[in-house]
């Protein structure tokens, strides 16, 4: 694909969270991805589209495979890509956030990849710079790519959304991928359910649109995609479940539990995984996981957000 | 606490003003004669014929004159973080808004523990404000909640009460000893009512801190704090204020403890009277309080709770902050707003589109903290100190940046239009601040 004749798919600067955007928007997205699932699939996977661009990864918070998700997608377009390792840089010498932001905004990049411990962070970054900002997960608020990436793998094998029924399994309380995911499913038409304790459900949940679930038995009960999250393993010490036996015996998804979801129901994760605690190997790694193939579609739909939000940088390839 | 030098010795009368002092039974036409930085006279029968050519006349031209308000709970940079505020900067700020004296709080660096901090409080004061100002003592040696300060001397010195100002005493034990010695000198206990081990949030609990991915502090853990004070001052007698309350609960619980003839006060800030939860909007850090801002149906019991006389004080909580500790993220921002200068512009528009009485405001703000902290100012009647304030309630102004006088800008209201402000601020019987029409 050239820079040129490439139409506007998103009308906005930065992508921050799911629950601003359309469900147009997010189908557009999604569209994208496939070709560049199939990009990714060719011995030359090499694009122009970002050829000039510079992207910076800017992750306060540890994590390889979001992480190098962005930085393939982002060399695959073509773009420079720099990972700015920052336990190592001013920012534990007492920089704040925005100054950080401000100091590399100073270096021209046209895409900022966001990662912090703190809800909100990206969207104060945004009112900050004037390059684009893309949310790679933002304390327990959003992690719109993880969404985007969940939704077309679920797509490309249930074909449609509506009328599906998915069961988000866990710490939805902690978690960023929750949110996106249940506000990405509900724009898309999807039935979702959450399963956990009490204990790991925030409080209002009700009204988010889903359906609240305590047992597995109920929750998975006729589900066609059950989303297991990971249980962060320093909350397990008492305050919200009392031990990982327990949470493994109500909780974790394993062959038998699979059963009560229909037969051909899709197992996703978006790691890393607790093997043996929320989830078994016997089902991470049989014949109804997908979750290699949502590694894989990481990097397409992160190659189709940065493409989308190119599009709408000034000179950007857009007129 | 009058400070001397500040007196007029001339002999001057406010003229043709709505005089309204709920407290002396004042609500209409009238004027006020005041020599030497004390009321002479004041009601209806004071007017330019009256005074005669005894005394400078001012007319007022139908504007209202009220009492000059006492904010119960100011915070200033002053000792320590004077680039946030000092006592000078904040009186600024408080003479622009009608606020005739600042209660400021201990939390402080070095902390008000002790005598000799409450007599530098009082001479920087004297020195540099152009408001009266009257400091609260922390209740325990650098607010660790484990020893006693010194309350009597401290009370000696000039504290008007004591108080951990931002956070409670955790530890009921130690409240109690507080209570049952501060009864012994008749000083008033002041508690920020917020259960510890309960309030780690930084936001209301509920489905919008859900929806931000902010952890949620729960309206119950103030309850449980306050359901706590009150049996420990059943116990003990001692007078009792709770700081702010904010939500529908803490309201019935003061109320039932009220009518059990408890002697107990509490106040609400403005900022929880006309603000919500959803004013947090995107994350905006302005709007991070403690205790936090709620919901709706609390905002309403809360204004209910003015209006019947349950609460019985509205504070502004001014808390300066600058942006090192404002322009960060949300969970990891500082608390509080500025507000002595929006603090009667904020009141009034439950004047305005919420069916408060103006007395009732005006009470809130001016004889109640007077009564409850036992000053002599809060009143408008012959012999007291000629603090008042000219309010146009229709006048309206846009809260900026570069209007606002506080050194520190951290206003929930930035950028808002309020209607209605002070247009002269007396502090013993000198104008401190006049209002320029632009």
């Known amino acids: ?319 | 606490m009058i400070n001397p030098a500040k007196h007029s010795a001339r002999r001057r009368a406010y003229v043709n003003a709505n005089i309204v002092a709920p407290a002396q039974g004042l609500n209409g036409k009238g004027g006020i004669l005041i020599e030497d930085g004390w009321i002479l006279d004041v009601g209806p029968k004071v007017t330019k014929d009256s005074v005669g050519a005894s005394a400078t006349v001012t007319d007022c031209k139908g504007l209202t004159l009220i009492p000059g308000l006492i904010d119960m709970r100011v915070f200033t940079g002053e000792p320590g973080t004077e680039y946030r505020e000092t006592l000078a900067s904040a009186s600024g700020a408080a003479a622009a808004g009608g606020v005739t004296t600042m209660i400021v709080m201990p939390n402080t660096q070095p902390v008000i523990d002790d005598a000799a901090i409450v007599d530098f409080i009082l001479r920087r004061a004297r020195d540099t404000a152009s408001v009266r100002v009257a400091p609260m003592a922390a209740i325990t040696k650098g607010l660790n909640g484990e020893m006693m300060t010194e309350i009597g001397l401290l009370k000696e010195a000039g504290a008007v009460a004591i108080t951990e100002g931002t956070k409670p005493v955790a530890s009921a034990n130690v409240f109690r000893r507080a209570l049952t010695y501060a009864k012994d000198f008749d000083l008033l206990v002041v508690q920020h009512v917020e259960e510890p081990s309960l309030s780690s949030g930084v936001m209301n609990a509920g489905e919008t801190a859900s929806r931000l991915g902010l952890s949620g502090n729960p309206a119950m853990s103030e309850v449980i704090m306050l359901e706590r004070d009150l049996r420990l001052v059943e116990m003990t007698g001692a007078r009792y204020h709770a700081s702010q309350i904010s939500s529908r609960h803490s309201v019935e619980v003061m109320r039932a403890a009220k009518a059990r003839g408890l002697p107990v006060t509490c106040g609400a800030s403005v900022h929880h009277l006309v603000l919500n939860e959803n004013d947090i909007g995107a994350y905006r850090t302005f709007f991070k309080l403690s205790p936090p801002l709620r919901s709706e149906d609390d905002r309403r019991a809360l204004v209910e709770a003015v209006a019947d006389g349950t609460i019985d004080v509205i504070v502004s909580g001014h808390d300066p902050q600058s942006a090192d500790t404002k322009r960060l993220p949300f969970a990891e921002a500082a608390y509080g707003a500025i507000g002595l200068e929006t603090l009667l512009s904020a009141a009034l528009s439950l004047h305005h589109n919420e069916g408060v009485p103006l007395a009732c405001l005006v009470e809130a703000m001016s004889s109640k903290p007077a009564e409850i902290l036992r000053l002599e100012t809060g009143r408008l009647a012959p012999g007291a100190p000629a603090d008042f304030a000219i309010v146009d309630l229709n006048l309206s102004w846009i809260v900026e940046e570069d209007v606002l006088r506080s050194r520190a800008k951290n206003s929930p209201f930035e950028h808002r239009t309020l209607e209605g402000r002070a247009v002269e601020t007396i502090v013993a019987g000198e104008s401190v601040f006049a209002y320029a029409r632009s």
């Open chain 1, 1 to 319: 694909m050239t820079r040129d004749a490439r139409p506007p798919l998103l009308k906005r600067q930065h992508l921050l969270a799911i629950d601003d955007i359309s469900s147009l928007e997010a189908i557009r997205i999604l569209d994208l991805a496939e070709r560049y699932v199939e990009v990714s699939r060719q011995t030359d996977k090499r694009q122009l589209v970002l050829q000039g661009r510079t992207q910076v990864n800017l992750f306060f918070e540890a994590s390889t495979r979001t992480q190098s998700s962005f930085e393939i997608a982002g060399k695959r377009l073509g773009a420079d890509v720099m990972n700015m390792a920052v336990a190592n840089s001013a920012v534990s010498k007492g920089e704040t956030l925005l100054d950080t932001a401000m100091t590399i905004n100073a270096m021209q990049p046209d895409f900022l990849v966001v990662r912090h411990p703190s809800s909100g962070a990206a969207e104060l970054l945004a009112q900050k710079v004037s390059c684009a900002v893309i949310n790679a997960g933002d304390g327990q608020h959003e992690h719109p790519t993880q969404a985007l990436l969940d939704a077309l793998t679920i797509r490309r094998h249930k074909k449609q959304f509506e009328g599906l029924i998915v069961a988000i399994c866990g710490d939805v309380l902690h978690s960023r991928v929750a949110r996106s995911n249940i506000h990405l499913l509900n724009k898309l038409g999807v039935q979702v359910r959450v399963v956990a304790p009490s204990t790991l459900l925030p409080s209002g949940i009700g009204n988010f649109g889903v359906e609240v679930h305590r047992s597995m038995e109920t929750g998975l009960k006729g589900a066609d995609v059950v989303m297991m999250l990971r249980l962060q393993l320093e909350r397990m010490t008492g305050a919200f479940v009392p031990s990982i036996r327990e949470y493994y015996r109500f909780y974790g998804l394993n062959a038998e539990t699979l059963k009560i979801a229909k037969p051909d129901a899709m197992v996703m994760h978006p790691g890393p995984m607790n093997r043996g605690i929320e989830i078994d190997s016997d089902v991470a790694d049989g014949v109804q996981s997908v979750i290699r193939e949502q590694v894989e579609m990481g990097v397409a739909v992160r190659m189709a957000v940065l493409d989308a939000l190119s599009r709408n940088i000034p000179g950007g390839g857009n007129s």
